[in-house]
């Protein structure tokens, strides 16, 4: 975007796409990013879900596990909730589906083919 600005293109006419619209893309070309637009697969800012997720995380303690909160709500922190949102559903989906089909005594071979023990061959 600062390259675009040194030769005078608009940046009104530039689209990027979501790999390239978040806030650490943007902030650091400061005025040359004016007019910058992005396709986006989430919302940023502290919708409800954000927002209590916050209080709920990070509310009992000034940090929580976070260094620098204010990624709270970025497009960035978004995207992560929303690909988690998406992973859990489809994990869920396939225990539902593959819960009918499977017996007991599948379910425990399957546990017990599973090794725990620290060292492995």
Known sequence: MKAAQKIGYPRDKIIGSWWAGSEEDTVPAGDAAKGYMSAAMNVSGKTPLIADIEKTL???SPTGNMQ?????GGINYNRGVVIGIITVEALRS???STARRCSRARKCAGRSSISTCRTRA
């Open 68 to 72: 620098d909160r204010s990624k709270i």
């Open 94 to 96: 396939v225990r539902r």
């Open 58 to 60: 990070y509310g009992a």
